[in-house]
């Protein structure tokens, strides 16, 4: 079945470490998100990626990296520069230009910095 | 540049009751307005979109929004309420020729029986 595959669905991390969120998607969709949630801020982009070997800031990049090798991957690396990095993490994928602007998401990847 | 405001970050209703969350936007070009919704721990989902064209959608689960531009609103409405529905509701604006969505703080939706 296509899809959006993220992983891994929960992480725990100690404070001073790299984490590489995975995101992997089948529905052959140019354009893929990274949002994060927090309670009560609903989802903060940030970053996205519209075609390979090119990405975008979005609202909160700072102490997030990712990389687009590979039109089914987009992989996010929360960094030791993230001050508050314990989140929820969506990956969304979507058709780039697409005049219906529709969404689709994993399941998520819950980080949890001890 | 665009933004959604929900008001309401809780909503309860009990079984068989209208559900009704509130969405207001704002838009410096004409807006694609959605709405998902999220079970815990788990990602978003579509429930409808409005484009163009009819002003009144409807989506999965018997759910239904109404496109109003004078009023700047994309309220959602269910006419009866089931245990089921119980889940975070997010309303969300991008722009035509969609490059980014831009999604509301959320409402939680409770249901007692």
């Known amino acids: 079945d296509g899809g959006i595959t993220q992983s891994p669905k929960y992480l725990f991390r100690k404070e001073g470490q790299n984490v590489t969120l995975s995101c992997e998607q089948n529905?052959?969709?140019?354009?893929m998100y990274w949002y994060r949630q927090d309670p009560g801020q609903g989802l903060r982009l940030i970053y996205y990626?519209?075609?390979?070997?090119?990405?975008q800031k979005g609202d909160i990049a700072e102490g997030y990296s990712v990389s687009r090798e590979k039109k089914e991957s987009f992989p996010l690396t929360v960094t030791s520069a993230q001050k508050n990095p314990t989140a929820f993490y969506l990956c969304?994928?979507?058709?780039?230009?697409?005049?219906?602007?529709?969404?689709?998401f994993g399941e998520g990847s819950r980080l949890t910095v001890l | 540049a665009q933004s959604v405001t929900q008001l309401g970050s809780h909503v309860s209703v009990s079984e068989g009751a209208l559900v009704l969350l509130r969405c207001n936007y704002s838009?410096?070009?004409?807006?694609?307005l959605f709405w998902y919704v999220q079970y815990p721990n788990q990602g978003l989902q579509l429930l409808l979109k409005?484009?163009?064209?009819?002003?009144l959608v409807k989506g999965i689960n018997g759910f239904e929004a109404e496109f109003k531009k004078s009023e700047t609103s994309f309220h959602l409405t269910k006419p009866s309420a089931h245990m089921s529905d119980a889940a975070e509701y997010f309303c969300?604006?991008?722009?035509?020729?969609?490059?980014?969505?831009?999604f509301g703080t959320g409402t939680r939706l409770l249901v007692s029986p």
């Open positions: 529905l052959n969709h140019d354009a």
């Open positions: 969304a994928s979507g058709r780039q230009g697409s005049n219906t602007g529709e969404l689709f």
């Open positions: 409005y484009t163009t064209g009819a002003t």
């Open positions: 969300a604006v991008s722009g035509q020729g969609f490059q980014k969505l831009v």
């Open positions: 990626s519209q075609i390979v070997n090119d990405f």
């Open positions: 838009s410096s070009v004409p807006p694609y």
